[in-house]
């Protein structure tokens, strides 16, 4: 049997494994419209699309549908003064279609009863569709009676307005919520991680993580060339296994043994072994491995470094022995990687 990636890394190289898309299961393309109201909060909305576009690129087939919608006019302006073309007007959503209606909110978004909105929502709300709301958008669906029951989270400055027209709102102090066909974050910040927990409802973990590598890579103060978000940021990380982690970083071009890096970290190896397979799932020596493929894929992607430089870079102590261990993990040898990701594969 071939190799294959095992450790967190597999997240990280999602995209250029083909057969982790290969034997993803089918699934049915979901219809997500945002609806963009004068003013709404670009990056609020970016961040949310941003989510969605990802996951599309992170599956072997498109999994979101993305429509824009506006109001009167063909294009809607944002907080910033840009403005977004739109795909269809409102008037003329077909709402019973979409799975999932996003209504984009703002700071300077005036709060005031719209009847065609309150009943495009109400109608695909009669169809089971999920109803969102960003930074004060959830006005909206509250007006249209869609949130009685339901968390909601809302921007801070209009929470106490949200109490009193709609007390059986149950409004939240968390950055955004899903409860049931509900969603909603409370500005700006909050969108993409809401969003990713939508794609983590509809896809799996595994996804989100994949998006998150993307997207979330400079959380961090420092950010690394290979850096798995889901290690780095994880604060319950044992102090030995960060060493550990940041020899093996330190040290793509001539790897340490095991023997070396526990000692430097001052664990014994079978308690380093214990802690990499806990947080990291593999071997320590597996994972020294599939983080010298992942910098040379990085190199093959992003310089014009030859096979035996990268080879030799990356710690492989022949060009035959890196071509085997790319091939096996990758399907595919380096050169024609580099070939298909330089033709846009």
């Given at each position: 049997m071939r190799?294959?990636?095992?450790?967190?890394?597999?997240?990280?190289?999602?995209?250029?494994?083909?057969?982790?898309?290969?034997?993803?299961?089918?699934?049915?393309?979901?219809?997500?419209?945002?609806?963009?109201?004068?003013?709404?909060?670009?990056?609020?909305?970016?961040?949310?699309?941003?989510?969605?576009?990802?996951?599309?690129?992170?599956?072997?087939?498109?999994?979101?549908?993305?429509?824009?919608?506006?109001?009167?006019?063909?294009?809607?302006?944002?907080?910033?003064?840009?403005?977004?073309?739109?795909?269809?007007?409102?008037?003329?959503?077909?709402?019973?279609?979409?799975?999932?209606?996003?209504?984009?909110?703002?700071?300077?978004?005036?709060?005031?009863?719209?009847?065609?909105?309150?009943?495009?929502?109400?109608?695909?709300?009669?169809?089971?569709?999920?109803?969102?709301?960003?930074?004060?958008?959830?006005?909206?669906?509250?007006?249209?009676?869609?949130?009685?029951?339901?968390?909601?989270?809302?921007?801070?400055?209009?929470?106490?307005?949200?109490?009193?027209?709609?007390?059986?709102?149950?409004?939240?102090?968390?950055?955004?919520?899903?409860?049931?066909?509900?969603?909603?974050?409370?500005?700006?910040?909050?969108?993409?991680?809401?969003m990713l927990e939508v794609v983590k409802r509809d896809c799996g973990d595994s996804l989100v993580h994949a998006v998150e590598e993307v997207l979330s890579c400079d959380k961090m103060q420092e950010v690394m060339d290979v850096s798995v978000v889901a290690v780095d940021c994880d604060p319950t990380l044992p102090q030995p296994l960060k060493l550990a982690l940041e020899l093996m970083h330190n040290n793509i071009d001539e790897p340490l043994t095991a023997d070396e890096i526990a000692a430097c970290a001052d664990i014994s190896r079978r308690q380093l072994e214990r802690q990499f397979c806990r947080h990291v799932k593999a071997t320590p020596s597996r994972y020294y491995l599939e983080l010298r493929l992942t910098r040379a894929r990085q190199l093959l992607q992003q310089t014009n470094k030859s096979l035996a430089d990268i080879a030799v870079a990356c710690g492989f102590v022949s060009i035959s022995h890196f071509y085997r261990c790319f091939r096996e993990f990758f399907d595919v040898a380096p050169g024609r990687f580099r070939t298909g990701v330089r033709k846009g594969r």
């Open positions: 190799s294959s990636f095992e450790s967190v890394l597999k997240d990280k190289n999602r995209l250029h494994l083909d057969r982790v898309l290969r034997d993803e299961p089918a699934m049915a393309v979901h219809r997500v419209a945002f609806v963009l109201l004068d003013n709404f909060s670009m990056m609020a909305f970016t961040g949310a699309v941003d989510a969605l576009v990802t996951a599309n690129l992170m599956s072997a087939v498109p999994l979101y549908e993305i429509l824009v919608v506006g109001g009167r006019e063909d294009a809607v302006v944002s907080d910033l003064g840009i403005a977004i073309s739109a795909g269809c007007r409102l008037v003329d959503l077909e709402e019973r279609r979409q799975h999932l209606i996003v209504v984009c909110g703002g700071f300077r978004v005036q709060l005031q009863a719209d009847p065609l909105l309150r009943a495009k929502l109400r109608s695909a709300d009669s169809t089971g569709a999920m109803l969102g709301g960003l930074w004060n958008g959830a006005y909206f669906l509250a007006e249209a009676g869609l949130l009685d029951g339901y968390d909601c989270a809302f921007h801070p400055d209009g929470r106490a307005m949200m109490a009193e027209l709609f007390p059986k709102v149950r409004l939240s102090s968390h950055a955004f919520v899903l409860d049931r066909e509900r969603i909603g974050c409370a500005g700006a910040n909050s969108s993409l991680g809401m």
